[in-house]
Antibody
Framework: QVQLKESGPGLVQPSETLSLTCTVS????????VSWVRQPSGKGPEWMGR???????AYNSALKSRLSISRDTSKNQVFLKMNSLQTDDTGTYYC???????????WGQGTLVTVSS | DIRMTQSPASLSASLGETVNIECLAS??????LAWYQQKPGKSPQLLIY???SLQNGVPSRFSGSGSGTQYSLKINSLQSEDVATYFC?????????FGAGTKLELK
């Protein structure tokens, strides 16, 4: 079945770079697109960016200058790198897979990232 | 960016009751609208896409409607397991944007 799992550091220092990995199973990254979505505690989710099935990328303009999404199809992994982290980047980070349309049909369990010194 | 405004922000209802949650987009999103359910400590789950299409495995007591800028999620015969926060999301334009959520509790 479709599974996605996020991994990475739980604590990041302010101004440092966040690196997360999404490891997927049950589908091919060359057939479905994967997005990163984050959610501050008690607030609505925020779409960060998408790795399309064909290798193209799309980013939220609010984050584009700090964000990079890449993949390794041989390892079934999608990567997120975001630099210059600040305290308001604290939240749960999810990777998601598109469904029939470009909605977030499958979600990972999420990983909590805290930005603090 | 397209702003998604949900109402109400919170809602208290009794078991068996019918519940309606509204979502207003700041511009026409041509039915590119999804609804998600999020239970405490869990990831969001897709309920509805294309404004009114039920995701596989979602109970038929959930339904979506609307067009243009106005959309709604209806829950018939509220069950205890429906206690959750519900989010709408548009995918017509980048960046895809979510509403702030409606927290549904039992009365």
């Amino acid at each position: 079945q479709v599974q996605l799992k996020e991994s990475g550091p739980g604590l990041v220092q302010p101004s440092e770079t966040l690196s997360l990995t999404c490891t997927v199973s049950g589908f091919s990254l060359t057939s479905y697109s994967v997005s990163w979505v984050r959610q501050p505690s008690g607030k609505g989710p925020e779409w960060m960016g998408r790795m399309w099935y064909d290798g193209d990328t799309a980013y939220n303009s609010a984050l584009k200058s700090r964000l990079s999404i890449s993949r390794d199809t041989s390892k079934n992994q999608v990567f997120l790198k975001m630099n210059s982290l600040q305290t308001d980047d604290t939240g749960t980070y999810y990777c998601t897979r598109d469904g029939i349309t470009t909605v977030f049909a499958y979600w990972g369990q999420g990983t909590l990232v805290t930005v603090s010194s | 960016d397209i702003r998604m405004t949900q109402s109400p922000a919170s809602l208290s209802a009794s078991l068996g009751e019918t519940v309606n949650i509204e979502c207003l987009a700041s511009e026409d999103i041509y039915s590119d609208l999804a609804w998600y359910q999020q239970k405490p400590g869990k990831s969001p789950q897709l309920l509805i896409y294309n404004a009114n299409s039920l995701q596989n495995g979602v109970p038929s007591r959930f339904s979506g409607s609307g067009s243009g800028t106005q959309y709604s999620l209806k829950i018939n015969s509220l069950q205890s397991e429906d206690v959750a926060t519900y989010f709408c999301q548009q995918y017509n334009n980048y960046p895809n944007t979510f509403g702030a959520g409606t927290k549904l509790e039992l009365k």
